[in-house]
C-alpha cells in the first residue's frame, strides 16, 4: 500500500495495491498490521457504514465534538470528491481543508483523523461509500459546519447547487462552530 499525507498532514491518501487481470480485481481494503506499518497508527475500529446517494447529493460537513471519529473511507461504487477540513484550534492547518477523488476505479482511501469535519460530493450517477470509524455514532454530538463556508472556501466541483439533508442545509459557519482545541 502507498500512504501519503496530505496538505495536511494528518490526513492520509492510501492506494491500496490492486492485482487484476480479465477475471477483475483483488485487493485487501483494511489490514490491521499492514496498516499501522505504512502509516504508524495503530487503531480500533469499532463501527462500519455504508451510504448510498444519487449524483449532486453532498453529505457534510459533519463531525462529533464529543466521542471524536476517525474515519477510514472509501468508495466501492461510483465517485465522490471526499473533503476533511482541520477543527483542532492548537493546529497550525485549523480550517484548512483538503480533497480527493474517490471511485470504484482508483481504489483510494482517505484516513481522516479525530477532530477532522467529513463530507463528501457525489460526482457519478450514484455512489456507494464505506467508512470504518474509531468511534460509536452519537447523535447527541453531531455537529455540521456549512458546506459552503466562506472562511474555509472548498472549491467543490460543483455545476449546480447540491441536494442537502435539512441539518446539512442548517450547517453553521466555522466562527459559530464547536471545534476541538
Known sequence: MKVTPAAVPDVLLIEPRVFGDA??????SFNRLAFAQATGLALDFVQDNHSRSSRGVLRGLH???EQPQGKLVRVVRG?????AVDLRRSSPYFGRWVGFELSEDNHR???IPPGFAHGFLVLSDMAEFLYKTTDYYAPAHERCIRWNDEQIGIQWPLSVLPALSDKDARGLSLDQAPCFE
Open 109 to 111: 482511501q482517505l484516513w
Open 63 to 65: 463531525y462529533q465534538i
Open 23 to 28: 477475471r477483475g480485481f483483488f485487493f485487501e
Open 79 to 83: 465517485c465522490v470528491f471526499d473533503v
